[in-house]
């Protein structure tokens, strides 16, 4: 059955324009506009429309991105420790004088920095440069180890293993808030 738009008439064209369906009968093969109850007008027989199938869908896997999962990734960490100290990339970017893009194109993975760039951010950043270049599971195992040699945040870590799910995600974004300088009113 074949389907087209046509304009509903000609005069009726010329000062609406609508769009109605034609059709054509798969049993007397009349050529037709749809009507409401979907038979045709001649043989009274249902007007099936044609669907087209969907496309069939294939599953493709993505390969890992070299080096996603192992080995040095300063892009990573460059962003983990901007967001860390609360720097923009733009005041990164100012206490290493290089353009904001630079520094973009480093944490979007696009540019390695080079050896002397390294090391004015590992400056920029108050890091060593070997934290840079330590892998994303190392970091955060280090600056977890550097977090319970605080005493009060030992006592709260002790705390927060007794809590279950709901309570310690309400105590995190109380935490987080309070973290970022906002303030709760009640």
């Given at each position: 059955m074949a389907t087209m738009m046509?304009?509903?008439?000609?005069?009726?064209?010329a000062k609406v324009d609508t769009q109605r369906e034609v059709l054509r009968c798969n049993h007397c093969r009349l050529v037709q506009f749809r009507t409401a109850s979907a038979a045709c007008r001649?043989?009274?027989?249902?007007?099936?429309?044609e669907k087209p199938a969907p496309p069939p869908v294939t599953l493709a896997l993505v390969?890992?991105?070299a080096g996603?999962?192992?080995?040095?990734q300063v892009a990573v960490a460059v962003r983990d420790?901007?967001?860390?100290?609360?720097?923009?990339?733009?005041?990164l970017a100012g206490r290493m004088n290089v353009p904001r893009t630079y520094i973009s194109k480093i944490e979007n993975g696009k540019a390695m920095p080079t050896l002397s760039s390294l090391n004015r951010l590992a400056q920029a950043l108050e890091v060593d440069i070997s934290a840079l270049l330590r892998d994303a599971n190392a970091r955060h195992t280090n600056e977890a180890s550097m977090l319970m040699t605080d005493p009060f945040?030992?006592?709260?870590?002790a705390y927060a293993a007794k809590l279950d799910t709901l309570q310690r995600s309400i105590f995190l974004n109380h935490v987080r808030e309070?973290?970022?300088g906002r303030r709760r009113t009640a």
């Open positions: 046509a304009p509903a008439g000609l005069a009726e064209a001649r043989c009274k027989q249902p007007m099936e429309i390969p890992p991105a996603a999962s192992q080995g040095i420790l901007r967001h860390v100290r609360n720097l923009s990339q733009r005041q945040l030992a006592e709260i870590a309070l973290a970022a």
